[in-house]
């Protein structure tokens, strides 16, 4: 791929809606691309849908927002909160992971999940912690709410959120000793971005956030502990609240640019730094759509940028993504408890992120053990022989459903749909020869994913 | 700067004239005559502010020990280690003044000399320091102490603090400015379920993660998908160049090479020496048992998480150092019973200290500088540099004397063999961290 500069790059071509083009085409490339990013990873028959309906339509189902989508959501969406009453019953916070990526797996709107996994990292908090099944899923039913809705609801519901205080050791804030502790997170991690702000702006800001405390597992604010004195908070002076401070950080430039920035990395690119003046041509839309997370998707998803070779290829998927999106392309479910053990062996367990900043992402999650886990993984998935997965794919009959009978088409039917097209003919032709293979039929192809798994191609989205 | 005499005899149980008769004193004491005044050297019980000034007198250097199967042992203490309660200046009257739920009483600390001593969760230490294992290098900070902990661990992982977002860390530009890698065995090793810590980030040396040895086992469905014919097809080119692609690429074909090679490896002995139960024990055994089976690695980084005490810290931190101080001795023991002792330096840090005055819930908040340990038989032992000021603060925290980076050179120059100011941005003068 030619090396372009990111700071050559015409913020204004980057964020106008892709219009396919023949130098940059509609293609299977591109949709799976989009569903890798967007959705996980598409089934066969979405990748189909999509190729024909063209980008829009395709999008416009990714958002949930075709008519025949909203009473299916709505009805999964009701039957997971049935779920969790029972997960409740249980008690035990450490089946959390297991109902989450089940959900991922399974929901009909995939890109909600997504950006709620990104929040997730974004506020991370983890429940090693928190140790309390009823308020890590209060913070996650919150994020799930305004994933795709306003930012301030959201960073003002993390303030007040039981867990987020617990985790932040900002259970209690008296006016006598002000805890920085949420001050200097909402700044640094949740808002603003080092170098945004200074020492004296957390110090003043925490006075701000005095008596705002977790009594009985509940927010609650405590006026005769909250300081009513004048704070300057990046130069502005008033008797300011918590709601007040989180008012001043959103005024702040920054703040939307930090944020575009964050998406930039989960949907665009994590090889490159973009320019500034990419980020703020993107920021500002965000803050003229009163921090819109919805408009702000959606304008990633549908730009030129997006469907172009500077994020085509250009991210790691995280264990995460990569279990969930083989589970959903070829449409299989596996023991939800047994692979959140193995996502959490990886690095990546979801309610236990491994401190406040989260997950790093990109290269950070290659390295040769990692490599390792990612291919012990996906052989232990697709070929049922690992006693933890006890159900695995016919992947024999799924590619029969889809017409794919010779295993020339069967190796052509994986590598399109895990990996958008073919792989090099030398290596195509090596997979041919696997799928050709004289024994017993669901491992032929089990062989064939696992080969998927130890290419580059497979690791990247 | 070493008080090995005065110390030890403080130490001791056994009484001190015993103890100079023995051959492994007399010729402790006669190295350590060499360097230090022979006021101190003598082992008299001397007040401490003779020690302070036989400290200050005394300049050591840093020994060069470099050899090319050395092997480094980071221990990262994650969360900020409260290094007043760690290496006590109990003779200090401020000291029980700013602690006054959280002081550890005089009778309870491990003494060092007549200024500072252990928290008594570090009893092992105290053995350490009379085997002359340890070096505590006292208030090691840097300029312009950063308080959050990731900027804090990322200053101390890169080495960089100017660099606000750092791409490599210091053990990986090491591992870069090494020759071309001739061994099969991954250069460094991370034990750890987290992510590769920024530290062990190199631009071209990949670094594994292992939670466990049998996260080393490459499995296949078998039958004409060998181990090798998986290297194979994990190595033809790809269709598009792409960078990131040839990285994983790369990775990919280390973790099939390292898998065959720890699977060698393990099949060998276990060593005799028992370990406590705790999590940072049962990685410093996994680290003994592949340095003793031949790995070629020169760089294991181990995490001791939970340092972050605003709360109720009493049990927490006792807990906490009890689990360092009782897993690195027992490695060391490891160590020496394989015959392994001299290869092999362990060095711990925290991203920074506490706040010298503890807080309303009997915890401690973000500070600055902090106690760095060193341990193993190539160290020069004993306490280096002076407890810092508990009256002469900055904004309520320790002031610094001896720049990490500084410690870090000691290790680069006089353990792995490296050109520090290659690495580090700027030339830092090592810490005489390392016998002569």
Known sequence: MAVTLMSRIDPNWAWEPYRPKRESPWNLQRVAHLYRRAAFGGRWQEIETALKAGPEKTLARLLNREPDQAEATSA??????????ALLATGNVENLPAWWLNLMARTPHPLLERVAL???GHFATSAAKVEDAELMLAQNALIRRQALAEFQPLVLGMARDPAMLLWLDSATNKKAHPNEN?????MELFCLGLGNYTENDIKESARAFTGWEVRHREFQFNSYQHDEGSKTVLGQTGNWNGEDIIRILLEQPAAAQFLVGKFYRAFISETDDPSPELIEALAAGYRKHNYNTGWLVERILSSNLF????????????????????MRGLNFSVNAFALADDLRAQGQAVFYPPNVKGWDGGREWINSAALLSRMNLIWAMVSGVDNRFKSPPDLAEIAAENGFTTPAEQVIWLTNLLLGGPLPADVQLRLTALAAENDNGSQRLARVVQAIAARPEFHVA | MLLDATRSHKLSVKPRGADMTTPFSRRRFLQTSVGTSSLVALGLDVPGFLARTAQAASLRRNGNRSKPDNVLVVIQLSGGNDGLNTVIPYADPLYAKNRILLRIPEQQIIKIDDHIGFHPSLSSFGELLEQDQLAVVQGVGYPNPDRSHFRSMDIWHSAAPKDLSPRTGWLGRALDSKAAKTTRDAAALHLGANELPLALVARETAVPSIDSLDAFRLRTSGGALTTDTLRELSQLPTQRESALAQFIQRSTLSAIDSSQRVQESLSEKSGPTTYPGYGLARKLQLVAQLIDAGMETGIYYVELAGFDTHSSQVDTHAALLRELGDSTTAFLKDLQARGQQDRVLVMSFSEF??????????????????PMFLAGAP?????????????????GDLKFHTDFRSVYAGVLDGWLGCDSSSILDGKFQPT???RV
């Open chain 1, 182 to 186: 949420f001050a200097r997170e909402v």
């Open chain 1, 307 to 326: 469907f172009s070779e500077h994020a085509l290829g250009q991210r790691v998927k995280s264990p995460v993504e990569m279990a969930i999106g083989v």
């Open chain 2, 432 to 434: 005489p961290v390392l």
């Open chain 1, 118 to 120: 990104v929040w997730h």
């Open chain 1, 76 to 85: 999964f969406y009701a039957d997971s909160e049935t779920q969790v009453t």
């Open chain 2, 353 to 370: 200290g506490r706040r010298v005055r503890e807080n309303s819930s009997a915890g401690t908040d973000h500070g600055t500088a902090a």
């Open chain 2, 379 to 395: 160290v020069q032992s004993g306490a280096i540099g002076a407890h810092p000021s508990l009256i002469d603060l900055q904004a």
